[in-house]
């Protein structure tokens, strides 16, 4: 689903970015109790920016630096950790200016749990994984091959299973923000996001019309819509689109598939169970007092 945060004000961004890089270094300790800048750009997290003071468990202290960190394993509807959360978060764009750089990094060791130095057309030179521990631990980057580059930071956590997090914190390197190549990114991002929504949701449309023909009245209405807002992403300021197209995107979405006869000419039940037994490194488990049913934890 298109993720409306890509939409992020301007105005909010310069404010977390000057915190991040005001003194010739970039930093993001997140000491600030915001993201400084970082963004969604796949998948979802209930609680981006941990602030724990010992690890899930047990009395160890975190090993995070100061108050708050990254986290892809925190739920801020619950206390219990969740290794289930996928997704991909990048940060601001920055111009390298030193050698080396710096951070903290714990969680899963996998290959697909790790955070990456990417170039700024968002090639990963570097990688930084997890112990598959819960102990940040320090971590450095010879980053001399690209001094005088723009590059960014991604966060990847694509795995669901055991130690299938990853957490992120007191990042440090010699540089500064680059905030129109930041916004060029995210506007680039924006529009292909959406760009890539317009054909299923036409094919979406085409198909229930002839599927259900008259049980589906309006698809005249919603392709004219559809056709409407294509036209207004041509014609934006350089292909970007504003929130106000991505807020009409999503409302004609939602009438369009909403409107299937089947949903409308039939009352449904969702049920919405807890997981039967937690176990911090299961996320997904069976019953064991039901054969053959399955419960995906949430």
Request: include cysteine; glycine fraction near 8%; charge should be negative.
């Amino acid at each position: 689903m298109m993720n409306i945060r890509l939409g992020i004000c301007a105005i909010l961004l310069v404010t977390s970015l000057t915190v991040a890089g005001a003194d010739g270094l970039v930093r993001f300790d997140f000491e600030t109790g915001d993201l400084q800048g970082w963004q969604v750009v796949e998948g979802d997290f209930s609680k981006l920016l941990g602030d724990r003071a010992f690890e899930f468990g047990n009395d160890t202290p975190y090993t995070n630096q100061g108050d708050y960190y990254l986290t892809t394993l925190e739920r801020a509807d619950s206390e219990a950790p969740d290794d289930g959360q996928t997704g991909i978060v990048e940060s601001p764009v920055f111009i390298l200016n030193g050698p080396k750089a710096t951070m903290r990094v714990g969680g899963g060791s996998h290959e697909n749990t790790y955070v990456a130095l990417c170039t700024e057309g968002g090639e990963e030179v570097l990688h930084a994984r997890g112990r598959d521990s819960q102990t940040m631990h320090p971590v450095t980057w010879d980053v001399s091959p690209w001094i005088g580059q723009r590059v960014f930071l991604r966060l990847v956590d694509q795995h669901t299973g055991s130690w299938g997090h990853i957490t992120f914190d007191d990042f440090e390197v010699k540089g500064q923000i680059d905030l129109e190549a930041t916004q060029v990114r995210q506007a680039v991002r924006m529009h292909a996001q959406i760009e890539s929504d317009f054909l299923p949701l036409r094919q979406a449309i085409t198909h229930l019309s002839q599927k259900f023909a008259d049980r589906y009245p309006n698809t005249g209405e919603y392709l004219s819509r559809l056709d409407a807002l294509e036209a207004s992403l041509t014609q934006s300021d350089a292909g970007v689109p504003s929130q106000q197209l991505f807020k009409e995107f999503e409302a004609l979405r939602q009438e369009a598939l909403l409107a299937h006869p089947l949903l409308q000419e039939h009352s449904m039940l969702f049920v919405v169970r807890h997981q039967y037994t937690y176990d911090h490194h299961n996320t997904h488990n069976f019953s064991p007092d039901h054969e053959n049913e399955f419960n995906h934890g949430h």
